[in-house]
């Protein structure tokens, strides 16, 4: 499967969401309403209760199954829609594609057809390749919902909403807010996804700051400043996002320094973070490389929410289950 065969599908936007606007696959954050983006972010705050608490649970998904079919590595996405799952009373089937027929032959239709003969409800979906959720969405029958878990470099809607949910938390109003984005915007689903939530918002101000070889394509996030020059890129901010150089998806690393040059020149460090806002908050999607994006004593610091980040990512993933088996019920 090459990295472009699935791109020309119809608007992604437009196939998530039902007759009634109701949200039925969760694909891309671009063009995704502001109200229904915040109802989200709302929806995801009434699950969260005190660390050292028991986690919110509801039974709203009983009797539902959902599928994780995660076809490149992840922690933190898999485990938390796992137990977001579980928390809401599903059954909740983690397929291990490393065992799975997939490795026969077996085509991701084919795998798709079988779960949906099993009565799966959800299939939460990860693949290396563009357009793979939206073709799995124009194929599946209707009743089934498909939640983008990332798509290549393309989108990561999930983790988009948990970052800006935890801005939010922090900070209040996008308006007023410079948000920075340091590291590999080029090949980062995240930053995408954080783009296309943090516009929609209205978010005062994003800039993105890497070496060229790591910027953004020029039309791939309109409205934002990009930046090769750290120090100039921090100087204000209110948020910084640190991302890691995500080598999987690189085939040509010239252009591309070194480690220690790395560090030195695009390494969230306390020393660098003088520029910023006093209250600044720095951010991390993981996996971290310590040492390369971002050094331990700001990791662990505290300026850093990017535990909290994790935390917020079982209770939006809660919340998009929700949303989507409630349009099932509308269906
Ligand atoms: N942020 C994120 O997607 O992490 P995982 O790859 O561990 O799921």
New binding site residues.
């Given amino acids: 499967m090459n990295a472009t065969a699935f791109k020309d599908l119809d608007d992604e936007a437009a196939l998530q969401l039902d007759a009634n606007g109701n949200l039925r696959h969760l694909l891309t954050l671009k063009g995704l309403q502001k109200s229904l983006l915040t109802d989200i972010l709302d929806d995801a705050e009434a699950y969260l209760t005190q660390m050292g608490s028991l986690p919110a649970r509801s039974q709203s998904l009983r009797g539902r199954t959902i599928a994780n079919l995660f076809f490149e590595?992840?922690?933190?996405?898999?485990a938390s829609f796992d137990l977001a799952g579980k928390r809401l009373g599903a059954d909740v089937l983690n397929l291990d594609v490393n065992t799975s027929s997939r490795k026969k032959g077996e085509s991701i239709l084919d795998t798709i057809y079988t779960l949906e003969a099993m009565q799966v409800d959800v299939m939460v979906v990860r693949d290396a390749s563009i357009g793979v959720p939206a073709y799995i969405v124009s194929n599946v029958l209707d009743h089934v919902s498909i939640l983008n878990a990332?798509e290549a470099e393309v989108s990561?809607p999930t983790?988009g909403l948990l970052d800006v949910l935890t801005i939010r938390q922090h900070k209040k109003k996008f308006e007023d807010l410079i948000v920075t984005i340091v590291g590999d915007i080029r090949h980062s689903r995240?930053a995408t996804s954080a783009a296309h939530a943090l516009a929609t918002l209205g978010v005062g101000e994003l800039r993105t700051v890497s070496p060229a070889a790591l910027a953004p394509d020029p039309n791939a996030l309109p409205g934002v400043v990009v930046m090769d020059d750290l120090d100039k890129g921090v100087e204000g901010a209110d948020v910084v996002m640190a991302l890691r150089i995500q080598r999987e998806r690189i085939d040509d690393l010239d252009g591309i320094p070194g480690v220690d040059e790395y560090f030195a020149n695009y390494g969230i460090s306390r020393q660098r973070l003088k520029k910023a806002a006093r209250d600044v908050i720095v951010m991390h999607?993981?996996?971290m490389n310590r040492g390369i994006e971002i050094e331990s004593e700001v990791a662990d610091g505290p300026m850093s929410v990017i535990t909290r980040q994790v935390t917020n990512g079982v209770a939006i993933r809660m919340a998009v289950l929700d949303r989507v088996t409630q349009s099932m019920v509308a269906r």
């Fill in positions: 590595p992840s922690t933190r996405t898999r990332g990561h983790q995240v999607p993981g996996p």
